[in-house]
């Protein structure tokens, strides 16, 4: 089988730490990635704690998972199959920390049909990053399968779940929430990968070249209208993490100053995968010096899936390849990448090696690969959903691009009728957003989206009625005195009166030329109206996406 190395002893202590072994003093610089958990019923026992979002599983990035929470005492550690023995409307399961790979209690509670895992520590101690283990490609193996939430609490969140259950006074239901899990300050999201080229390095690896080609399309289209900026980052490591001087010569470039962080026992030599991350960093420089950063995405898709170490294509010629094919300037990313035997500094990779390190609140990036949205480390399963919700969980409400209100990314509150917006005779103050929802007072309406009344057009100079004007909820019409009729008139546009012909005395030829004045002035005003309205359709538009 294929093996990761990492690049660190501090990379190998934390996954160590993380999977089995009581703790180390890694907290400082690696960022654990949050969410709140809250026991809802019994009222006794609410309480709201921290949780830490696991590196594998599906959080629900920007929402909330409620549901009722159950314990066996049979299999308390979750260590072997649940299949059948969960208690009845049990939809959530707590498993205790020890015994076993966090990865296989997560797999045994989702075939037992859990639809979300909790796992307790099993002393009181910091939270810590639930991580899957790259040694044991049979764990590592079950985590494409893994598609519910994970998240560890502390032992005192585990007690007082524990206890709630005991108490017997009916069912415990506890909460996920997810909404506060990514900061949302803005109308565009930042964010990067950290990645490795070498496609072949285990499980860590594959799921990053599938990912590249999965999610394609949505970078793409994101990119390309402004929604997001993003940035491609590589993993390097110093030649002190191999063990000899001949491994260090295979897996670094530039005399030894910049090493891959991914070897792998199927030809891609590190060596390589230098090259290859070093020419994917100065694509996307290239790209994005001729604002087409977006098209970075289709090269890594085609380099992924068209250049691979396992066939003997990791090459240089591959990539050009693909370049030529995208009419990418191939000399360009020549000269950005320079030699590979020069000794001297290459300024993308120190910027790599920079940014790895200093991550002020983000936290050192460790794990390959890692994915930041705004300032946070994206944790869970790399799958386009997941990816998805995280990104649409980092724009500031409202602000969201449209492919973030799709369903089964968005629940629509305001269809499901659980907004507490202002609504009467069909109309509505909710606003759907993907966080939730927002309360704004339709057109027509006035107030704080909470409380709305009608603006009477009537009484203020909006509705340039000729004769009669009739306010309307959310709206007004047009009426014509007694011998004339309404001539072009709706809801909200006015139209023109015209006289009835005999009935104010007035002689044929007269009516003629008022009806073909009335006619274009009619004319006159819909247009008036109409642009009026796309205006303020393009406005309302604009605020939902900016
Ligand atoms: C767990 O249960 C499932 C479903 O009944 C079954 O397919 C699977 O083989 C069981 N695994 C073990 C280890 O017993
Ligand atoms: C991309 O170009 C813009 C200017 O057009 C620059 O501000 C930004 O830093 C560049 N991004 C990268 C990753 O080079």
Known sequence: MPSLHLPSALALAFLVTALLAPRGALAASFRVETNALRIKEPASYAGSYDSAIGDFGVPL????????IGHLAANPKGCSNFTGSLPEGVEILLAIRGDCFFVEKAYHAQLAGAKAVIVADNIQEHLLTMAIPEDRPDIAALVPKI???????Q?????RIQSALAADQGAVIVEFDWKESIVHPDNRVEWELWFSTNTACGQACSATSSFLAQFKDSA???????FTAFTPHVMLGSCSVWTSEELCHRNCIRGGKYCS????STGAAGELTGRADLRHLCVHKVLNETKKAWQWWEYAARFAAH????AGQFTTACSEQQLRDLGVDTNAVGGCVGSLDSGEAHPLLDAQVRAQNERGPMGRVIMLPTLVVNTNQYRGRLNNAGVLRALCAGFAEGTEPPACLNPGVNVDECTQGVDTCWKENGFSACVDTFRGYVCHCPEGWIGDGYHCTDIDECATELHNCEQVCINTPGSFRCECNKGYKLLGGSPGVPGVCIPIPGATGLPVWLILVLTAAAVVSTSVAGITVYR???????????RAIM
Request: proline share 4%.
């Open 155 to 159: 032992k005192d969140a585990g007690d």
């Open 147 to 153: 598609a519910i939430p994970v998240a560890l609490v």
């Open 532 to 542: 009026w309205r796309t205006q303020h359709a393009m406005q309302d538009e604009i």
């Open 220 to 226: 793409v289209s994101l990119e390309q209208e402004g």
């Open 261 to 264: 962080t991914t070897a792998s």
């Open 61 to 68: 990035y920007g929402g909330t998972l409620q549901g009722r």
């Open 307 to 310: 250049c691979r170490p396992e």
